[in-house]
C-alpha cells in the first residue's frame, strides 16, 4: 500500500470520528434543553468549522433549515470576531434573522476550538426558543421589530466569564425566563462538549491543525458531488406553484439549471414580500433549496462546505424569499419548506425516478399561549409551546408517501404526553387522517386528525402559521391530489390557516393536516 493511501485511509477514519464528535456535541444540546420542541423533537444543528468558516461536519441529528443556514452564519461570526481575537473559553452569540436561521426564535452560538493553546477549529450550534417576547412564534407582526428580542453578534461568555447583563437581558426579555435561560446554556455547553472531544481526537491521532483533514473532507466531497453533476442532462427547466400566503395566495416560481460544474436555482418571478411574517430570509432559501438538491442529485454525499458548493441559489432582493430587513419573518418555515418541492418540480423531467410528488412539506406546528395554574400552583402562570405536528409525504417513485411524516425538516412530532405536561392542553384524539394522501401509482401520505381541548377555565391563543389549507399538495404525472387541511372547532366553526385566534375554555380546536400528492396514473 502507497504512502499516499495509507494516508487517505487515516483521513477516512478521522472523517468518521468529526462525525462523532459532533454526533455528541448534539445529544449534549438534546438532553440539557428546556424546549420540548429540542429534547423530544430535535429541532436542531450541530457541527464543527475550520478557521476558514468552513463546515468540515455536522450532526446526523438536525433539520436542514438550521444545518445549512448555520453553515454560513459562522462566517458572519468570523467578520464580527476575527480569530486574532479570539480567546480560549469565549463564545458568541445571535438570533439575527440573517445572519443566523432565519427567524428570532433561533438562538445560533458559536465557540473557537482551542488545543494546547492553539486555536484549531469553530463550533457552532442552533436550537429553537419556545418564547423569546413580542407578539410570539406567529405571523402576526408587520415587521421584524415586532417579532420578539433580537440579539446582535455578541459575545456571550469572555474567556469563561459569562456575560450576566445579556442574560438578564434575554430573561426579561420573554415569557419564560428559566426555559429560555436554560436553552442558551444548553447551546453553550454542547459547544464546550464538542471542544473536549475534538480534543481528545487530536491527542488520539498526533495532529497540532485540522486544515488538513479539512481540506481532504471539503476537496473529496465537492469532486462526488460535481461528479455526480456531471452524469446529469445539462438544460433548464422550471416549475411554478401556488401556495396559501398570507390573506392571498402566493404563486413561487423557480428556474433550475444544470450545466458543467455547477447546478443553479433561480427564484425569479416570485412574488415580492408580504406585510406579514410569513417571508424568508436568503439563508433559509439557499438552506432548503441545497437540501432539495443534494436530496434528488447527491444523497450519499455527506454534507459540509464541499458538498455545498456546486449548488448555487439566486432570488430577488425585497421578494418573499430574499426579504429585506426589517420585513417580518417569524414563520419562514412555512414558505422555507415548500423549496425542495420547487426543485422536484423542476427536476422531474430529467429525474423523474427520483423525485417525489408534493408533500405537505411546511410543518404543521400547533402554537398556543395562554394563562394556567399547574398542579399545586396558587397563582397562575404564562405557557407558551409550539406542539410540533404533520401531514403526508408526496408519493415516491415505486413507494408511497410516508404518513404524518415531517419532510424536508425531519423533527419528530411532540409527543401528546409531554405536552399535556407542559401546558394545560388535553388532545381529545389523535390518529391518521385515513385516505387522505392522493391515489396513484403510488399513494400519497396521510395527514392526521386532532382534536384538542383545555383543562382550564381560561381561553388559550392559537397562533396559526398553516398552509396547503386553500391549495393542497398536487399529484405528479397523472397522480391525484393530496386533500387540504382544515383548521376548526368541534362545533364547526372554520379557522384561518394564518394568524392569531382566540379558542374559548369549551371550544375543542380540531386539526386535519394535508395529505401528500400521488404519484402515477392509476
Given at each position: 500500500?502507497?504512502?499516499?493511501?495509507?494516508?487517505?485511509?487515516?483521513?477516512?477514519?478521522m472523517?468518521?470520528?468529526?462525525?462523532?464528535?459532533?454526533?455528541?456535541?448534539?445529544?449534549?444540546l438534546?438532553?440539557t434543553?428546556?424546549?420540548?420542541?429540542?429534547?423530544?423533537?430535535?429541532d436542531i444543528?450541530?457541527?464543527i468549522?475550520?478557521?476558514?468558516?468552513?463546515?468540515?461536519a455536522?450532526?446526523v441529528?438536525g433539520?436542514?433549515?438550521h444545518?445549512?443556514s448555520?453553515?454560513?452564519?459562522v462566517?458572519?461570526?468570523?467578520?464580527?470576531f476575527?480569530v486574532?481575537?479570539m480567546k480560549?473559553?469565549?463564545?458568541?452569540?445571535?438570533n439575527?434573522?440573517w445572519m443566523?436561521?432565519g427567524?428570532l426564535n433561533?438562538?445560533?452560538i458559536?465557540t473557537?476550538?482551542?488545543?494546547?493553546?492553539?486555536l484549531?477549529?469553530?463550533?457552532?450550534c442552533?436550537s429553537h426558543?419556545?418564547?423569546?417576547?413580542?407578539?410570539g412564534?406567529?405571523?402576526?407582526a408587520?415587521?421584524?421589530?415586532?417579532e420578539?428580542?433580537s440579539i446582535?453578534?455578541l459575545k456571550l461568555i469572555?474567556?469563561?466569564?459569562v456575560n450576566?447583563?445579556?442574560?438578564?437581558?434575554?430573561?426579561?426579555n420573554t415569557?419564560?425566563?428559566v426555559?429560555?435561560e436554560?436553552?442558551t446554556?444548553?447551546?453553550?455547553?454542547?459547544?464546550?462538549v464538542g471542544v473536549r472531544?475534538?480534543?481528545?481526537m487530536?491527542?488520539?491521532?498526533h495532529?497540532?491543525?485540522?486544515?488538513?483533514?479539512a481540506?481532504?473532507?471539503i476537496?473529496?466531497?465537492?469532486?462526488?458531488?460535481?461528479?455526480?453533476?456531471?452524469?446529469?442532462q445539462?438544460?433548464t427547466w422550471?416549475?411554478?406553484?401556488?401556495?396559501d400566503g398570507?390573506?392571498?395566495?402566493?404563486?413561487l416560481?423557480?428556474?433550475?439549471t444544470v450545466?458543467e460544474?455547477?447546478?443553479s436555482?433561480s427564484y425569479?418571478g416570485?412574488p415580492?414580500a408580504?406585510?406579514?411574517?410569513i417571508?424568508v430570509?436568503?439563508a433559509?432559501?439557499?438552506?432548503?433549496?441545497?437540501?432539495?438538491?443534494a436530496?434528488?442529485i447527491s444523497?450519499?454525499?455527506?454534507?459540509n462546505?464541499?458538498s455545498?458548493a456546486?449548488?448555487?441559489v439566486?432570488?430577488?432582493?425585497?421578494?418573499v424569499?430574499?426579504?429585506q430587513r426589517?420585513a417580518p419573518?417569524?414563520s419562514?418555515h412555512?414558505i422555507g419548506?415548500?423549496l425542495p418541492d420547487?426543485?422536484?418540480?423542476c427536476?422531474?423531467?430529467p429525474?423523474?425516478?427520483?423525485v417525489p410528488?408534493?408533500?405537505?412539506s411546511?410543518l404543521?406546528?400547533i402554537?398556543?399561549r395562554g394563562q394556567?395554574?399547574?398542579k399545586?400552583a396558587?397563582?397562575?402562570?404564562?405557557y407558551a409551546?409550539?406542539i410540533?405536528?404533520?401531514?403526508?409525504?408526496?408519493?415516491r417513485?415505486?413507494l408511497?408517501?410516508?404518513?404524518a411524516?415531517?419532510f424536508p425538516?425531519?423533527v419528530?412530532?411532540?409527543?401528546i404526553?409531554?405536552a399535556?405536561i407542559?401546558?394545560p392542553?388535553?388532545?381529545?384524539?389523535?390518529?391518521?387522517?385515513?385516505?387522505?394522501?392522493?391515489l396513484g401509482?403510488?399513494k400519497?401520505?396521510?395527514g392526521?386528525?386532532?382534536?384538542?381541548?383545555?383543562?382550564?377555565?381560561q381561553?388559550?391563543?392559537l397562533?396559526?402559521?398553516?398552509?396547503r389549507?386553500?391549495h393542497?399538495?398536487?399529484g405528479a404525472l397523472g397522480g391525484?391530489?393530496?386533500a387540504?387541511g382544515r383548521?376548526?372547532?368541534?362545533?364547526?366553526?372554520?379557522?384561518a390557516?394564518k394568524?392569531?385566534?382566540?379558542?374559548?375554555?369549551n371550544?375543542?380546536l380540531?386539526l386535519?393536516t394535508?395529505?401528500?400528492g400521488?404519484?402515477?396514473?392509476?
Amino acid at each position: 500500500m502507497s504512502a499516499h493511501s495509507h494516508k487517505e485511509i487515516d483521513f477516512q477514519i478521522m472523517w468518521n470520528r468529526l462525525i462523532a464528535v459532533v454526533g455528541e456535541q448534539a445529544q449534549v444540546l438534546i438532553r440539557t434543553a428546556f424546549s420540548p420542541i429540542v429534547r423530544e423533537c430535535e429541532d436542531i444543528s450541530a457541527g464543527i468549522f475550520d478557521l476558514q468558516g468552513r463546515m468540515i461536519a455536522q450532526a446526523v441529528t438536525g433539520t436542514p433549515g438550521h444545518v445549512n443556514s448555520m453553515a454560513e452564519s459562522v462566517g458572519h461570526f468570523l467578520r464580527h470576531f476575527p480569530v486574532s481575537t479570539m480567546k480560549e473559553g469565549d463564545a458568541y452569540i445571535t438570533n439575527d434573522p440573517w445572519m443566523g436561521t432565519g427567524h428570532l426564535n433561533d438562538f445560533v452560538i458559536t465557540t473557537p476550538a482551542f488545543h494546547k493553546g492553539r486555536l484549531i477549529g469553530l463550533f457552532s450550534c442552533t436550537s429553537h426558543l419556545m418564547d423569546i417576547g413580542g407578539l410570539g412564534n406567529g405571523p402576526e407582526a408587520t415587521d421584524v421589530f415586532m417579532e420578539g428580542l433580537s440579539i446582535p453578534m455578541l459575545k456571550l461568555i469572555d474567556q469563561g466569564q459569562v456575560n450576566e447583563t445579556l442574560m438578564a437581558m434575554i430573561r426579561a426579555n420573554t415569557r419564560l425566563p428559566v426555559d429560555t435561560e436554560g436553552d442558551t446554556y444548553s447551546l453553550a455547553a454542547c459547544n464546550d462538549v464538542g471542544v473536549r472531544a475534538l480534543c481528545d481526537m487530536m491527542d488520539e491521532f498526533h495532529l497540532d491543525s485540522l486544515e488538513p483533514l479539512a481540506d481532504f473532507i471539503i476537496e473529496r466531497s465537492r469532486q462526488a458531488v460535481l461528479d455526480k453533476i456531471a452524469g446529469l442532462q445539462q438544460g433548464t427547466w422550471s416549475h411554478e406553484m401556488t401556495i396559501d400566503g398570507y390573506n392571498a395566495p402566493l404563486t413561487l416560481k423557480a428556474k433550475l439549471t444544470v450545466e458543467e460544474g455547477r447546478v443553479s436555482v433561480s427564484y425569479d418571478g416570485s412574488p415580492p414580500a408580504v406585510g406579514r411574517g410569513i417571508n424568508v430570509p436568503m439563508a433559509y432559501t439557499r438552506a432548503y433549496t441545497v437540501f432539495g438538491l443534494a436530496c434528488a442529485i447527491s444523497p450519499d454525499v455527506p454534507n459540509n462546505a464541499g458538498s455545498l458548493a456546486p449548488y448555487h441559489v439566486e432570488a430577488p432582493e425585497g421578494s418573499v424569499l430574499n426579504a429585506q430587513r426589517p420585513a417580518p419573518v417569524s414563520s419562514r418555515h412555512v414558505i422555507g419548506q415548500m423549496l425542495p418541492d420547487m426543485v422536484f418540480g423542476c427536476l422531474r423531467t430529467p429525474l423523474p425516478e427520483r423525485v417525489p410528488a408534493e408533500g405537505t412539506s411546511c410543518l404543521w406546528n400547533i402554537a398556543v399561549r395562554g394563562q394556567w395554574f399547574p398542579k399545586g400552583a396558587t397563582t397562575s402562570q404564562t405557557y407558551a409551546l409550539a406542539i410540533t405536528t404533520n401531514g403526508g409525504t408526496g408519493a415516491r417513485p415505486g413507494l408511497n408517501g410516508l404518513s404524518a411524516t415531517a419532510f424536508p425538516s425531519g423533527v419528530h412530532g411532540t409527543p401528546i404526553e409531554i405536552a399535556e405536561i407542559q401546558c394545560p392542553l388535553i388532545f381529545w384524539g389523535k390518529e391518521l387522517r385515513e385516505n387522505s394522501g392522493g391515489l396513484g401509482q403510488t399513494k400519497g401520505g396521510d395527514g392526521q386528525i386532532m382534536k384538542i381541548g383545555t383543562t382550564q377555565k381560561q381561553p388559550f391563543e392559537l397562533l396559526a402559521a398553516f398552509d396547503r389549507v386553500d391549495h393542497p399538495a398536487r399529484g405528479a404525472l397523472g397522480g391525484q391530489d393530496g386533500a387540504a387541511g382544515r383548521v376548526e372547532t368541534a362545533s364547526g366553526r372554520k379557522l384561518a390557516g394564518k394568524g392569531l385566534q382566540v379558542l374559548e375554555a369549551n371550544d375543542v380546536l380540531v386539526l386535519m393536516t394535508p395529505g401528500g400528492g400521488g404519484l402515477g396514473a392509476l
